[in-house]
């Protein structure tokens, strides 16, 4: 299996900047996706951001200029660079991988990380 653990989350007030980590570990040959997941009370999961093995990153409209992922594929490690943030930002983030492994692509999640937006 594969375990994400994500860290980063916290309080910031609107206009301010949070950094979000996620790191894989568990059994696996490859990562081939990492991404970004938010749910807010009330309200499904939907993806933020997530950086493929080959190709450029792809995010949700609502964070295209404000937020960036990037990968550090040494460390099976993705980072969510927050920025302007807003209160409808508010939301658990989930960190999600496809990984490679014996029986194939799966998909992979972690517990989470609260990000609040003050006002």
């Known amino acids: 299996q594969v375990q994400l653990v994500e860290s980063g989350g916290g309080l910031v007030q609107a206009g301010g900047s949070l950094k979000l980590s996620c790191a894989a570990s568990g059994n696996f040959f490859v990562i081939n996706a990492m991404g970004w997941y938010r749910q807010a009370p009330g309200k499904q999961r939907e993806l933020v951001a997530i950086?493929?093995?080959?190709?450029?990153?792809n995010y949700a409209e609502f964070v295209k200029g404000r937020f960036t992922i990037s990968r550090d594929n040494a460390r099976n490690t993705v980072y969510l660079q927050m920025s302007s943030l807003m209160p409808e930002d508010t939301a658990a983030y989930y960190c999600n991988a496809r990984a490679l492994t014996y029986r194939g692509a799966s998909d992979y999640w972690g517990q989470g990380t609260q990000v609040t937006v003050s006002s």
């Open positions: 950086a493929t093995t080959g190709s450029n990153p």
